[in-house]
């Protein structure tokens, strides 16, 4: 890894860790991050000319696989016609209307740059129209780094939350309860104390940000009960499962609808794409029709929805989730029996296209504690064995893994084989 060693190196002088986005740097499992220059299909290659199996997949974008013909087709034919205008196009009501048949609770929508904005506004938007300050979200979930979001559990169950981040003032921390993921006890409890007070409950439907950990049964039931109860808006930030975990996301996956969706990743194809909406009564009261405020310079740019339409048309191709799905299960059940096979214990989960594995002897790990318990070190060791083997799995134990419509059997099979040999390596 001479040049991405090199580039990381001269990267440091002028950027923060060398990285735009805090967990590339490889913080958590150590060494240099390979430099990409470019990818395609189910591959990645770096500065050094080698290639890797990719498992993080822009860290979620690209369910199609990397440099799909047809979106980059469609984000050069929109460049050749400028690439910002500022005014409403055409573009835009096709994303609108494609969305909406896509995830039909989402009525209306507005689109935003990242996933960040989307769950950002939504939140302002439920505060707006209920009247209310405080939202509930969960622990080990991410959400983007919005102020009231970056907010950890105060200590001792009920307690109001403190910030997660110098810079974040604890005025608005307090503002943010977080409770245990999977755990309806804890949510009925929070509301008995402070339901009148409410805004609304933010949750990822599959947490994707501390590994991968699907709802238990009732879970996101027992979450649209509680919010109908206390009249508080259900939000569902489906920034990484939308177009991922289902085509309808998780919301169609699991049968449960939220009054707001924040979607990301997957409908920008892999431009800077973001979007929230949901139900008409609540979406009409953002400007400009209601008074809650949310704007955008580059929102609904016409090489971003060119890019993001391009996708979701080609999601629709039949068996493609059944394919994506059957071929994360292969993946993730095989690392299983490889790891079981040479006497570590590891349990997995998977939903649709996300999966994560996580070196544990507890059967099913459905919560935050359960996850950040797992032993780190042997992750770090599988990780740095498959990146020497050609396969790039998620630089820490706490992220989802992602399988893309070109990862076929013989990607499979390849990515088993490195980590048989893998294993082989760390039990000798
Ligand atoms: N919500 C979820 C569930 C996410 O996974 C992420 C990013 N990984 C975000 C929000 C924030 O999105 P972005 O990084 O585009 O701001």
């Given at each position: 890894m001479q040049k991405s060693e090199a580039l990381f190196l001269q990267a440091q002088k002028h950027i923060p860790g060398g990285v735009n986005s805090p967990v590339r740097a490889f913080k958590a499992v150590g060494g240099t991050p390979p430099f990409i220059v470019k990818a395609d299909g189910p591959y990645i290659y770096d500065a050094d000319g080698k290639q890797y199996i990719d498992y993080v997949q822009s860290w979620g974008p690209m369910v199609l696989g990397h440099n799909n013909a047809l979106i980059r087709q469609a984000v050069i034919a929109a460049a050749e016609n400028g690439l910002s205008f500022g005014a409403p196009t055409e573009s835009e009501v096709t994303m609108a209307e494609l969305v909406n048949s896509l995830v039909p609770s989402m009525e209306m929508l507005r689109m935003v740059n990242s996933g960040t904005e989307a769950t950002m506004s939504a939140i302002r938007l439920a505060r707006g129209v209920t009247g209310k300050d405080k939202i509930l979200k969960f622990e080990g979930c991410y959400h983007g780094h919005a102020d009231s979001l970056l907010v950890k559990a105060g200590s001792g169950a009920l307690t109001l939350g403190v910030p997660s981040s110098p810079g974040i003032p604890e005025d608005f921390a307090k503002h943010t309860l977080t409770m245990e993921f999977n755990n309806l006890d804890s949510v009925v409890q929070a509301f008995e104390e402070y339901g009148d007070d409410i805004a609304c409950i933010i949750v990822e439907p599959v947490a994707g940000n501390m590994n991968c950990i699907p709802p238990v049964e009732g879970f996101l039931q027992g979450l649209r009960d509680i919010c109908d109860q206390y009249n508080s808006v259900l939000i569902f930030d489906e920034v990484m499962t939308g177009f991922r975990v289902a085509r309808g996301g998780a919301q169609a996956f699991y049968g449960v609808t939220p009054d707001l969706t924040c979607l990301g990743k997957v409908i920008g194809g892999g431009m800077p794409v973001g979007a929230f909406g949901g139900k008409a009564e609540i979406m009409q009261q953002i400007a400009p029709t209601g008074p809650i405020y949310q704007a955008g310079?580059?929102?609904?740019?016409p090489v971003a929805m060119a890019a993001g339409l391009a996708a979701l048309k080609q999601i629709s191709a039949p068996g493609l989730y059944e394919q994506l799905s059957k071929t994360t299960q292969q993946i993730a059940q095989g690392i299983k029996s490889i790891a079981n096979k040479h006497g570590v214990p590891m349990s997995v989960n998977y939903a649709g296209s996300m999966f994560g594995v996580f070196f544990t002897d507890i059967e099913r790990v459905t919560n935050y504690q359960q996850a950040i318990n797992c032993d780190t070190k042997t992750f770090n060791k599988f990780f740095h064995g498959m990146l020497k083997g050609g396969v790039y799995m998620a630089p820490a134990s706490y992220e989802a893994g992602f399988v893309s419509a070109m990862h076929d059997q013989a990607i499979v099979d390849k990515t088993l084989e490195v980590t048989e040999s893998v294993f082989s390596e760390l039990t000798r």
């Open positions: 310079t580059l929102s609904g740019n």
